[in-house]
């Protein structure tokens, strides 16, 4: 594992050769990076980068957890979605509390975007990272997307 540095604390990052298989938030200091990971989350976070292309293995979860993690690999950078809208899309509209806790499992957080699922309506709901990482994010994709936008 090495740690990337980032406006919402140390990110610990585990790779099996080149394959990126975790992130977690709030890594202890650590040996920084030289991954291609580690350049694209630094350029994530200074708003130059809007897709990931490292290679990811979302290893464990239950066949519905991992419905779920590639319900949100597919949300577009700068986009949300409900958790609610997942389980409909995943054929079971009841599920909602369900894809909020397969969200919370996500092996691989900000590189498979979980921030990206809200609750009804907007709310901000929830998160493995802590509410304020979320909304750190999102805002961060906002004012990235907004000035791409705008030119």
């Not at 920084?32 to 292309?53: I, K, M, N, R, V």
């Not at 894809?99 to 996500?106: E, F, K, L, R, S």
């Not at 802590?130 to 030119?151: C, I, N, T, Y």
Request: proline content about 8%.
């Amino acid at each position: 594992m090495f740690v990337v540095d980032s406006p919402i604390g140390p990110l610990g990052v585990s790779v099996v050769e080149e394959t990126v298989v975790g992130v977690q938030f709030g890594a202890r200091p650590g040996p920084p990076g030289s991954h291609p990971a580690a350049d694209q989350l630094a350029a994530y976070f200074a708003g130059e980068l809007t897709g990931f292309t490292v290679p990811v293995e979302m290893r464990g979860g239950s066949e519905f957890e991992r419905a779920v993690w590639s319900e949100i690999a597919k949300i577009p950078y700068g986009e949300m979605i409900t958790y609610g809208a997942i389980a409909t899309a995943l054929g079971d509209p009841g599920a909602a509390r369900a894809v909020g806790t397969a969200c919370n499992h996500n092996p691989i957080p900000v590189i498979v975007p979980c921030h990206r699922v809200v609750g009804a309506g907007g709310k901000m709901v929830g998160f493995g990272g802590g509410l304020d990482r979320k909304r750190k994010l999102l805002e961060l994709e906002a004012s990235v997307a907004l000035a791409r936008a705008w030119g």
